[in-house]
């Protein structure tokens, strides 16, 4: 299985509400990546999961706020959006947390509207 | 910043054509990459070089490299309907197990 799978595909949400997005691999990948992407965008990183620990925060509001239950799945739960941060959420893994050194397989994304 | 500058932003071409696109970055590299985006959906890889690399082949793509100029290009030969997509290169920001993606090129190839 060479997937990288995420749910929802597609996410409505009040300002007010707390809802979740959830990636998941099976491929023994061992970093998980949130990307966000604004259109005509290139992805910008959030967040870096390596061997199940948050190694890197790219200065992501609060209102963000990533978990990784085990290997293969990752979270990202939102609360108190705003209407900015309407985008396409892209989640990725790799081999290894290694940055450029290994290529990163991607999920179709859950395209986020913050009303 | 890091990111890699893109160029041109956008390339229309007919089917059959090569399509050229450039990346230039700022600082020193290690590997670069690159991806496609199909319009709202996840990026696939296509290829990696390594700094010590010069120039790399995957069927209808051709990478270069020029550390010197700080710069790579993707070229794609013969290409078709099924190209159409947007390109980013993509570069680790130092020792940092950060991939940073550059500008994008939207690439529309014409039946």
């Known amino acids: 299985d060479t997937e990288v799978t995420q749910t929802p595909k597609h996410l409505v949400m009040g300002m007010t509400n707390k809802k979740s997005l959830k990636c998941e691999q099976h491929?023994?990948?061992?970093?998980m990546y949130w990307y966000k992407q604004k259109a005509k965008k290139p992805p910008e990183l959030m967040f870096v999961y390596s061997y199940e620990k948050l190694s890197i925060n790219e200065s992501v509001p609060s209102r963000f706020s990533p978990e990784c239950p085990n290997s293969s799945l990752l979270n990202l739960h939102l609360h108190a959006l705003q209407p900015e941060d309407s985008a396409l959420y892209l989640c990725a893994s790799s081999p290894q947390p290694a940055g450029g050194r290994y290529e990163q397989f991607f999920g179709p994304g859950t395209r986020l509207t913050v009303l | 910043s890091q990111q890699g500058e893109e160029d041109p932003q956008a390339l229309s071409i007919q089917e059959g054509e090569n399509a050229t696109m450039n990346c230039s970055y700022k600082t020193s590299i290690n590997n670069l990459q690159w991806y496609r985006q199909n319009s709202g959906r996840g990026l696939v890889h296509l290829i990696l070089?390594?700094?010590?690399?010069r120039e790399k082949h995957s069927g209808r793509l051709r990478v270069t490299l020029d550390t010197s100029k700080k710069s790579s290009s993707l070229l794609i030969t013969a290409s078709r309907a099924a190209d159409t997509a947007s390109y980013f290169c993509a570069t680790e920001a130092g020792a940092t197990n950060k991939l940073i993606f550059g500008t994008g090129t939207l690439l529309a190839v014409q039946p």
């Open positions: 491929m023994g990948h061992r970093a």
């Open positions: 070089i390594r700094s010590n690399e």
